[in-house]
């Protein structure tokens, strides 16, 4: 028998090589029960992989529908219209509203709001943390209410000296927290007799044939700018010095902006009846009883909070801040009035000038010094 009948029949079982290539040497296919053939239709599809960031390059994205992409678009667009015409008709009421308010109160109330704001923040930053960091603040304010009210006198024709009014101020104020409360009043005295003195030399040096009437008002005046605007700005910071005394100057100055901010908005919506029209024809009687409720509750509130007094000291004083405020309003005004003007500067949109803004607050310094020395044993009782 062959060698080739042999390698046939006598079940010598294939080579690795015809393993691998599918079928035997002769192209017949390897048949065999425990072997079957292979069928690749007979295979289930391989399930998809999940998807992560690692494969999701890999699997195919679906194609986009542009019909859908566009009705996206044009939805996402109608939005932002509508968002857009209803922002703008709401700055347009609001702009209407603000002229209105404007035309019949003579203020900007958006920029008063923010401005009123910004100083608040200012004025409550530094009591709360050092209180030595409102003697700075006391003394910029006093400094530029001064320029701002000499500048405001020498246009009506009064001859002030400006230099020498800043240099008096700033040794009244700084004198009024670093010595003794009783060289405050030293101070006072030296300042305006600095002022008043330095307005005669300078009116001799000049030879204008002013007359000693103007000459004496012009001393007169002088020595009043020191009274009003760093003396009393000096009684705050006596006040400031004093234990717990921060908590004070910021009570009597929140009474103030209360009374203030509820005269505005009780005069704004039920004024009808004039409290002074020859001194201030925008002030009303109805204005007045919002400020006296607001300064009242104002009062209270604080005393019992803040101060830890009670109540009843709480309206106290809320009525002695409201009825100083109310007179330093007023004296103001009729100041303004004999000027000829309408604010004090324009250096503060919606509030006029600086000095427009303390009018109620200096005067509103006398009483409350006076109350912490009468209402403070309450609090060790």
């Not at 200012?122 to 960091?133: D, E, Q, R």
């Not at 909070?305 to 004083?317: K, Q, S, T, Y």
Request: hydrophobic share 50%.
């Amino acid at each position: 028998m062959s060698d080739e009948t042999r390698d046939a029949d006598d079940g010598t079982p294939p080579t690795r090589r015809d393993a691998r290539g599918g079928a035997p040497a002769d192209g017949i296919p390897l048949v065999d029960a425990a072997f079957p053939s292979f069928d690749a239709d007979a295979i289930p599809p391989r399930p998809p992989l999940p998807v992560t960031p690692e494969n999701t390059s890999q699997v195919p994205l679906a194609p986009l529908d542009t019909a859908d992409h566009n009705a996206i678009r044009e939805q996402w667009r109608a939005a932002r219209d509508e968002l857009g015409s209803h922002v703008s008709h709401a700055r347009d009421q609001l702009d209407q509203a603000n002229e209105r308010i404007k035309q019949r109160t003579g203020r900007d109330l958006i920029l008063a709001i923010l401005i009123g704001l910004a100083f608040g923040a200012a004025l409550l930053a530094s009591l709360l943390f050092i209180k030595a960091l409102f003697v700075p603040f006391a003394l910029a304010a006093a400094l530029l209410g001064v320029y701002e009210l000499s500048r405001a006198l020498r246009a009506s024709g009064r001859r002030i000296d400006v230099v020498p009014q800043l240099i008096a101020a700033a040794f009244l104020v700084l004198s009024a927290y670093f010595a003794e409360p009783w060289l405050c009043w030293v101070m006072l005295f030296v300042a305006v007799a600095f002022v008043v003195v330095w307005r005669l030399i300078a009116q001799m040096v000049v030879k204008d044939g002013r007359t000693y009437g103007d000459v004496l008002t012009d001393a007169v005046i002088s020595g009043f700018v020191q009274v009003y605007v760093p003396f009393l700005a000096g009684v705050a910071l006596i006040l400031l010095e004093q234990e717990g005394g921060q908590w004070w100057v910021l009570s009597f100055i929140a009474i103030a902006v209360a009374a203030d901010t509820g005269a505005y908005a009780a005069g704004l919506a039920f004024g009808r009846h004039p409290m002074a029209p020859k001194i201030s024809p925008k002030k009303t009687w109805e204005g007045f009883g919002g400020a006296v409720a607001a300064s009242l509750i104002a009062g209270v509130l604080l005393a019992i909070f803040l101060l830890e007094l009670p109540w009843w000291a709480g309206l106290i004083f809320g009525a002695s801040i409201l009825l100083s405020a109310t007179l330093g309003d007023l004296g103001e005004s009729m100041l303004k009035r004999d000027l000829g003007i309408k604010d004090m500067s324009s250096w503060l949109p919606g509030h006029g000038g600086l000095l427009d803004r303390l009018d109620s607050i200096l005067p509103s310094t006398i009483p409350a010094l006076c109350l912490y020395f009468l209402l403070s044993p309450w609090v060790v009782m």
